[in-house]
């Protein structure tokens, strides 16, 4: 697990350093070589900056998510806007006419921490519930914060034009020591994910079991909304305050598509926060006037969309290989039996195309694709005009096939007392899910009264050449 | 705090006049409950008597508004290693992105410590675990895959893993299978052989005979407790099971509501 979290962390430094590092290519307008070559100092430490700052907000996020506690960012992030405002008012009435940047993020953290003591306030101390609580703490901290800022940008003296870049992110205002300083506090979160990594991880799963065995809770979580609180003060100058949310969900929740393992996921999510900040600022230095929060929150829902479709844990597009391949093989199991059993009932040699595709309700194609299947595996083959036939080798897995369903039907009557006209359709459902083990078990269950080649009888009637149904077979 | 003397000084659990409130309406009244060391102790009631508060009160999980809680003659915090909590199998999210080997081994954290890295000593504990439920070929596979009878036998691992002499399970029966249940009941038998002792919150009254040696009936107080032979009585469960004292019912609602009426 561990040994995961510091590989991501070094293919985050890696993604930061590469940037740094990065060659130009041709055909590029001079403008785009020069943030793409990186060649002024500045842009070099705010990207690295906002890579490390992506980094501990997916990894932060990771948790927050797993926690439920998400959301409380959103609340926490736009409670940070009165803080700013309040901190540069401050700022320029004791007659700092340049604001500093350690004081306007101290500010946002007083308030932001206060929004979210006001939310849990209100949980507990009225019925009101989370999503209450929390519209109400974010829309009133925000109204506050616009109107604070408003009384900010008509004071004489100060220059608050820069405050906006809060509310949308502006990674172009950055100056060196602002990405120091996020270098510093994202490193700092960082570290401190990877040392209470197992506890945030008991903390995330089981709050109740943790509490039994002494942790104390409230303390734990207290750090995780620290942590949210650091990566979200640190991230309002990249991001803003709007959009900062979107920095702690998406890449945790696109990380969850690829993987069922929390360290993967923790350190995955931390490299996709790393590449949409990256990305996300280079973009916003390319195209004038485009906020940078807004930049790295669509190159993040990106690489989510690619994430949900492809994630090799529970993407779309592999489950739906999955299935389209168990049908495929369910498909092929059903030809087997239905050719077996109309040899069996009719005792041609050669069953009629017609027959077989009375014998069940295939789903469109499904039968054709079957046949071919059979067909070219060598287990089925033409016999004339109309008509197929197994092979010496289709007939002995067709019985293979059929003595499994025939021993599922035979179990599910015996021990799950379901009747035997209702028994196919049972079996069917289940036999293409067991395992070799579940078989061997059920062989195991009914092998004395059924001993091994033999093909129990049916318990239901078969369908038979023609549409007419035989006899129960006893 | 000294107990009064009426308390047995071996018990392994001992409460003394306990009661327990959400939001000012008890849910447990002054329940006074000595647990025998090395039994199995079945505790059923009706939905709602308070079987899970009764255990998470004990693990000081949920506050008491009155009363003590002495386990192994300490006060809990002094003995957690010593006890083992099951929690209800519908307590977490079973689709968190962990295997079943990381579930058991967080059985082991309290000996591992704080930021400390799981040992290989630790994973080999919660093998073991595992394999006592006979969970073993499951360890890789990740929570979201188990049925729920394999869900309950991880919690259960997890437990063991610890290596308690108490345990605390809520519900380890409920929605499991057959050969789970059976598993369950032996392995509480072979922790029973070993001298330790469980409490187990318990809903089929059927088996409550056969598979335990003591048995607590609680709807809000305790209505008996007791070996099973002696308390499981047609009598005690009607006193259980037939409908809440319409009084105290009331009372707790009064209180509840904080308002009119009944004033504390």
Same mark, same amino acid.
């Given at each position: 697990?561990?040994?995961?979290?510091?590989?991501?962390?070094?293919?985050?430094?890696a993604?930061?350093?590469?940037?740094?590092?990065?060659?130009?290519?041709g055909?590029?307008s001079?403008?785009?070589?020069?943030?793409i070559?990186l060649?002024?100092?500045n /842009?070099?430490? &705010?990207l690295?900056?906002?890579? !490390?700052?992506? $980094? *501990? +907000?997916?990894? @932060?996020?990771?948790?927050? %998510?797993?926690?439920?506690?998400?959301?409380?960012?959103?609340?926490?992030?736009?409670?940070?806007?009165?803080?700013?405002?309040?901190?540069?008012?401050?700022?320029?009435?004791?007659g700092?006419?340049?604001?500093?940047?350690?004081?306007?993020?101290?500010?946002?953290?007083?308030?932001?921490?206060?929004?979210?003591?006001?939310?849990?306030?209100?949980?507990?101390?009225?019925?009101l519930?989370?999503?209450?609580?929390?519209?109400?703490?974010?829309?009133?901290?925000?109204g506050?914060?616009?109107?604070?800022?408003?009384?900010?940008?008509?004071?004489?003296?100060?220059?608050?034009a820069?405050?906006?870049?809060?509310?949308?992110?502006?990674? /172009?205002?950055? &100056?060196?020591?602002?990405a120091? !300083?996020?270098? $510093? *506090? +994202?490193?700092? @979160?960082?570290?401190?994910? %990877?040392?209470?990594?197992?506890?945030?991880?008991?903390?995330?799963?089981?709050p109740?079991?943790a509490?039994?065995?002494?942790?104390?809770?409230?303390?734990?979580?207290?750090?995780?909304l620290?942590?949210?609180?650091?990566?979200?003060?640190?991230?309002?100058?990249?991001?803003?305050?709007?959009?900062?949310?979107?920095?702690?969900?998406?890449?945790?929740?696109?990380?969850?598509?690829?993987?069922?393992r929390?360290?993967?996921?923790?350190?995955?999510?931390?490299?996709?926060?790393?590449?949409?900040?990256?990305?996300?600022?280079?973009?916003?230095?390319?195209?004038?006037k485009?906020?940078?929060?807004?930049?790295?929150?669509?190159v993040? /829902?990106?690489?989510?969309?690619?994430?949900?479709?492809?994630?090799? $844990?529970?993407?779309?597009v592999?489950?739906?290989?999955?299935?389209?391949?168990?049908?495929q093989?369910?498909?092929r199991?059903?030809?087997?039996?239905?050719?077996?059993e109309?040899t069996e009932?009719?005792?041609?040699?050669?069953?009629?195309?017609?027959?077989l595709?009375?014998a069940?309700?295939w789903?469109?194609?499904?039968l054709?694709?079957?046949?071919?299947?059979?067909t070219?595996?060598?287990?089925?083959?033409?016999?004339?005009?109309?008509?197929?036939r197994?092979?010496?080798?289709?007939?002995?897995?067709?019985?293979?096939?059929?003595?499994?369903?025939?021993?599922?039907?035979?179990?599910?009557?015996?021990?799950?007392?379901?009747?035997?006209?209702?028994v196919?359709?049972?079996?069917?459902?289940?036999?293409?899910?067991i395992?070799?083990?579940m078989m061997?078990?059920?062989?195991?269950?009914?092998?004395?009264?059924?001993p091994?080649?033999?093909i129990?009888?049916?318990?239901?009637a078969?369908?038979?050449p023609?549409?007419?149904s035989?006899?129960?077979?006893p | 705090?000294?107990?009064?003397?009426e308390?047995?000084?071996?018990a392994?659990?001992?409460?003394?006049?306990?009661?327990?409130a959400?939001?000012?309406?008890?849910?447990?009244?002054?329940?006074?409950l000595?647990?025998?060391a090395?039994?199995?102790?079945?505790?059923?009631g009706?939905?709602?008597?308070?079987k899970?508060?009764?255990?998470?009160?004990?693990?000081?999980?949920v506050?008491?508004v009155?009363?003590?809680?002495?386990?192994?003659?300490q006060?809990?915090r002094?003995?957690?290693?010593?006890?083992?909590?099951?929690?209800?199998?519908?307590?977490?999210?079973?689709?968190?992105?962990v295997?079943?080997l990381?579930?058991?081994?967080?059985?082991?954290?309290?000996?591992?410590?704080?930021c400390?890295?799981?040992?290989r000593?630790?994973?080999?504990?919660?093998?073991?675990?595992?394999?006592?439920?006979?969970?073993?070929?499951?360890?890789?596979?990740?929570?979201?895959?188990?049925?729920?009878?394999q869900?309950?036998?991880?919690?259960?691992a997890?437990?063991?893993?610890?290596?308690?002499d108490l345990?605390?399970?809520?519900?380890?029966?409920?929605?499991?299978?057959?050969?789970?249940?059976?598993?369950?009941?032996?392995?509480?038998?072979?922790?029973?052989?070993?001298?330790?002792?469980a409490?187990?919150?318990?809903?089929?009254?059927?088996?409550?005979?056969?598979?335990?040696?003591h048995?607590?009936?609680?709807?809000?107080r305790?209505?008996?407790?007791?070996?099973t032979?002696?308390v499981?009585?047609?009598?005690?469960?009607?006193?259980t099971?037939?409908?809440?004292?319409?009084?105290?019912?009331?009372?707790a609602?009064?209180?509840?509501?904080?308002?009119?009426?009944v004033?504390?």
């Amino acid at each position: 697990m561990r040994v995961g979290l510091v590989v991501a962390a070094v293919v985050v430094l890696a993604v930061c350093a590469s940037a740094g590092a990065a060659q130009a290519g041709g055909g590029f307008s001079a403008d785009v070589m020069r943030v793409i070559r990186l060649e002024d100092h500045n /842009a070099r430490v &705010v990207l690295l900056g906002t890579g !490390l700052l992506g $980094a *501990a +907000a997916g990894a @932060v996020g990771a948790f927050a %998510l797993l926690r439920r506690r998400a959301l409380m960012g959103d609340a926490l992030s736009h409670a940070t806007l009165p803080g700013v405002a309040l901190a540069f008012i401050v700022s320029v009435a004791w007659g700092h006419g340049e604001r500093s940047q350690g004081f306007l993020l101290l500010g946002a953290t007083v308030t932001g921490v206060l929004g979210v003591a006001t939310m849990h306030l209100l949980e507990r101390f009225t019925r009101l519930k989370e999503d209450a609580a929390m519209g109400i703490v974010l829309s009133v901290f925000y109204g506050a914060g616009v109107a604070l800022l408003g009384v900010a940008q008509r004071m004489p003296g100060g220059n608050a034009a820069g405050l906006e870049g809060f509310i949308y992110g502006k990674t /172009a205002s950055m &100056v060196s020591s602002d990405a120091v !300083l996020i270098s $510093a *506090a +994202a490193a700092v @979160v960082t570290v401190a994910v %990877l040392v209470f990594y197992k506890e945030m991880a008991l903390l995330s799963f089981d709050p109740g079991y943790a509490a039994a065995r002494g942790y104390p809770v409230s303390a734990l979580d207290a750090v995780m909304l620290g942590l949210v609180v650091a990566v979200t003060v640190i991230g309002l100058q990249a991001v803003g305050l709007i959009l900062m949310i979107a920095l702690l969900i998406i890449p945790a929740a696109a990380a969850r598509f690829w993987t069922n393992r929390l360290g993967v996921m923790v350190g995955l999510s931390a490299v996709m926060g790393a590449m949409a900040c990256v990305t996300g600022a280079v973009v916003s230095a390319l195209v004038e006037k485009m906020p940078s929060g807004a930049t790295i929150v669509l190159v993040a /829902a990106g690489g989510f969309f690619v994430s949900l479709m492809f994630g090799t $844990a529970r993407g779309v597009v592999p489950r739906f290989l999955e299935r389209r391949f168990l049908g495929q093989r369910e498909a092929r199991r059903h030809l087997l039996r239905a050719m077996a059993e109309l040899t069996e009932t009719a005792g041609t040699d050669g069953v009629a195309r017609r027959d077989l595709t009375r014998a069940r309700a295939w789903r469109q194609g499904e039968l054709r694709a079957a046949e071919g299947q059979l067909t070219g595996e060598g287990l089925m083959e033409i016999a004339r005009e109309g008509r197929v036939r197994l092979t010496a080798e289709g007939r002995l897995e067709a019985l293979r096939v059929v003595r499994e369903h025939r021993l599922w039907e035979l179990f599910l009557v015996r021990y799950a007392d379901i009747a035997p006209s209702h028994v196919d359709r049972d079996a069917d459902a289940i036999e293409h899910l067991i395992s070799p083990a579940m078989m061997a078990e059920l062989e195991r269950l009914l092998a004395a009264e059924q001993p091994a080649p033999a093909i129990p009888p049916s318990p239901h009637a078969l369908p038979a050449p023609g549409g007419t149904s035989t006899g129960r077979v006893p | 705090m000294h107990l009064p003397h009426e308390h047995n000084p071996d018990a392994v659990v001992s409460i003394h006049d306990m009661t327990v409130a959400y939001r000012r309406k008890p849910v447990l009244w002054d329940v006074d409950l000595d647990l025998p060391a090395g039994k199995l102790v079945g505790l059923i009631g009706p939905n709602g008597a308070g079987k899970s508060t009764l255990i998470k009160a004990a693990l000081d999980l949920v506050p008491r508004v009155s009363g003590e809680v002495r386990v192994f003659g300490q006060p809990y915090r002094k003995v957690r290693r010593r006890v083992a909590y099951v929690p209800q199998r519908e307590s977490v999210d079973w689709d968190f992105p962990v295997s079943v080997l990381d579930v058991v081994t967080m059985g082991r954290y309290g000996s591992i410590g704080w930021c400390m890295p799981v040992r290989r000593r630790d994973r080999d504990a919660a093998m073991v675990a595992l394999e006592q439920v006979g969970m073993a070929d499951y360890a890789r596979r990740q929570i979201s895959m188990l049925s729920g009878g394999q869900q309950q036998r991880t919690f259960l691992a997890r437990a063991l893993a610890q290596g308690a002499d108490l345990y605390l399970m809520d519900e380890p029966f409920a929605g499991v299978d057959a050969a789970t249940e059976r598993a369950i009941v032996e392995l509480l038998r072979a922790l029973r052989a070993e001298g330790k002792t469980a409490l187990v919150v318990h809903h089929d009254l059927q088996t409550v005979g056969e598979y335990f040696d003591h048995c607590v009936m609680l709807n809000m107080r305790v209505v008996a407790h007791g070996p099973t032979a002696e308390v499981f009585t047609p009598e005690n469960l009607h006193k259980t099971y037939g409908g809440r004292l319409t009084l105290l019912d009331e009372a707790a609602n009064r209180l509840g509501r904080g308002d009119r009426g009944v004033r504390r």
